[in-house]
């Protein structure tokens, strides 16, 4: 029996240790999409973007017209055309379907890529400020509370304006 209570009182000790040690860890929360869509960067970012799309975009509608047309003049043409003409011309048009398909999907690999590369620096800029004010401020853990990222209760510290403070905005 006094082993039992030795154990039961190890096991308490040990316990509420534990609880103590976690009890001295601090944690706060942040919204980093947020954050990241309200840096001045973000803007021109998105500037730049939405520039390059217009420029692909206007380039499509062109290459679609001159599609159109052509295959407007195609249709009018061919009752005087002869099959191998005609059987030409739909090669044609079929080529140049093909190649405004083969356009829309470089255009939207160089938008990925061109997004990924102007958000990444702005990304880790906001990585690191979050990390600085953390630490100078001792939180041991920063959560992501972006909704969808998996913290279901944020009542610990929002760092969010200290965070843009110490990003200038």
Same mark, same amino acid.
């Given at each position: 029996?006094?082993?039992f209570?030795?154990?039961?009182l190890?096991?308490i000790?040990?316990?509420?240790?534990?609880?103590?040690?976690?009890?001295?860890?601090?944690?706060?929360?942040?919204?980093?999409?947020?954050?990241v869509?309200?840096?001045p960067?973000m803007? $021109?970012?998105? #500037? =730049? /973007?939405?520039?390059?799309?217009k420029? @692909?975009? *206007?380039?499509?509608? $062109?290459?679609? #017209? =001159? /599609?159109?047309?052509?295959?407007?003049? @195609?249709? *009018?043409?061919?009752a005087?055309?002869t099959? =191998?003409?005609?059987q030409?011309?739909?090669?044609?048009?079929?080529?140049?379907?093909?190649?405004?398909?083969?356009?829309?999907?470089q255009a939207?690999?160089?938008?990925?890529?061109?997004?990924?590369?102007?958000?990444?620096?702005?990304?880790?800029?906001?990585q690191?400020?979050?990390?600085k004010?953390?630490?100078?401020?001792?939180?041991?853990?920063?959560?992501?509370?972006?909704?969808?990222?998996g913290?279901?209760l944020?009542?610990?510290?929002?760092?969010?304006?200290?965070?843009?403070?110490?990003?200038g905005?």
């Amino acid at each position: 029996m006094k082993n039992f209570k030795n154990i039961l009182l190890t096991a308490i000790i040990a316990l509420s240790s534990l609880t103590f040690t976690f009890a001295q860890s601090k944690v706060a929360h942040i919204n980093t999409q947020e954050l990241v869509g309200s840096m001045p960067e973000m803007n $021109t970012a998105k #500037a =730049e /973007l939405e520039k390059l799309a217009k420029t @692909y975009e *206007s380039d499509i509608q $062109t290459m679609a #017209a =001159e /599609l159109q047309s052509k295959v407007k003049q @195609y249709d *009018s043409e061919a009752a005087n055309q002869t099959d =191998e003409e005609n059987q030409q011309r739909l090669q044609e048009v079929q080529g140049m379907e093909q190649s405004i398909r083969q356009y829309q999907q470089q255009a939207q690999s160089d938008l990925q890529k061109k997004e990924f590369d102007l958000l990444k620096p702005i990304s880790e800029k906001a990585q690191a400020a979050i990390v600085k004010v953390a630490s100078g401020q001792g939180f041991d853990y920063v959560l992501d509370s972006t909704q969808g990222q998996g913290v279901i209760l944020a009542n610990g510290k929002d760092l969010m304006a200290d965070v843009k403070t110490e990003l200038g905005f």
